[in-house]
């Protein structure tokens, strides 16, 4: 089973529909915590690190042989619990911060929230460092955006991504640093032909790799018991 630390219920079924497109039978449990997000906003998110610890413990209690976080403010805390967990746990954006840098130096990260862009900068160059590149990371807020999200405006939420994107300008990758920007990398792909900047969301890279953590736990506890 794989346990995902959601802050917005809207989540749960974005999750459900990739995991039956791209690891259909994969056990799913949802961990869906608003007050999280909320108090990472107003606190910082190391305020919320005890709260994390004894939700990711819960879950591994529970059975879950990885975890998925899917919230990019307070990604970091989530991994920062793995070792006393004793379980994997996947920030959502990390393996889309790997395929930016991997596109070239230049890179724009657009966020609805101001919490976000911080965090994700700092896991871009953390990957480039794993990497061994050196990068240029441009964060861009979209004005009004999460406002639209809390409406329950998805539509508008992803067109005014979208807008701001397109607007974007001198850099190899656009960066989408919430999972919830996802439809609009979707949206821009419509009308993008072969050679135009990728616009990278985070949601199915890291399902996928959190997949993948799952079948070597799996794995690996079988070796362990055999």
Do not use: K, N
């Not at 998110?45 to 005890?50: F, G, I, L, M, N």
């Not at 996947?90 to 890179?107: C, E, H, T």
């Not at 657009?110 to 994700?120: F, W």
């Amino acid at each position: 089973m794989l346990a995902l630390l959601h802050t917005s219920p809207a989540h749960a079924p974005v999750f459900d529909a990739l995991r039956d497109e791209d690891s259909p039978g994969l056990a799913l449990r949802h961990l869906v915590h608003p007050q999280l997000l909320d108090r990472a906003r107003e606190q910082g998110p190391q305020t919320v690190a005890e709260e994390v610890a004894r939700v990711l413990a819960g879950a591994a209690r529970d059975g879950a042989r990885a975890v998925l976080c899917t919230c990019s403010t307070i990604g970091w805390v989530a991994e920062s619990a793995e070792s006393a967990l004793g379980l994997p746990v996947l920030r959502v954006d990390r393996p889309m911060a790997a395929a930016a840098v991997a596109a070239g130096p230049r890179i724009a990260v657009l966020a609805a929230l101001e919490s976000t862009l911080g965090p994700t900068a700092d896991l871009i160059a953390e990957e480039a460092g794993r990497a061994g590149r050196r990068v240029s990371v441009r964060t861009v807020l979209v004005p009004g955006a999460w406002q639209l999200f809390e409406a329950g405006d998805t539509a508008g939420y992803g067109a005014a991504v979208a807008a701001v994107a397109r607007t974007v300008r001198d850099t190899d990758a656009i960066v989408l640093a919430q999972a919830s920007m996802a439809p609009a990398a979707e949206r821009m792909g419509a009308d993008r032909g072969d050679g135009a900047v990728p616009v990278l969301s985070s949601p199915r890279p890291g399902l996928r790799a959190a997949a993948q953590l799952v079948a070597r736990e799996a794995s690996l506890s079988g070796l362990r018991t055999m």
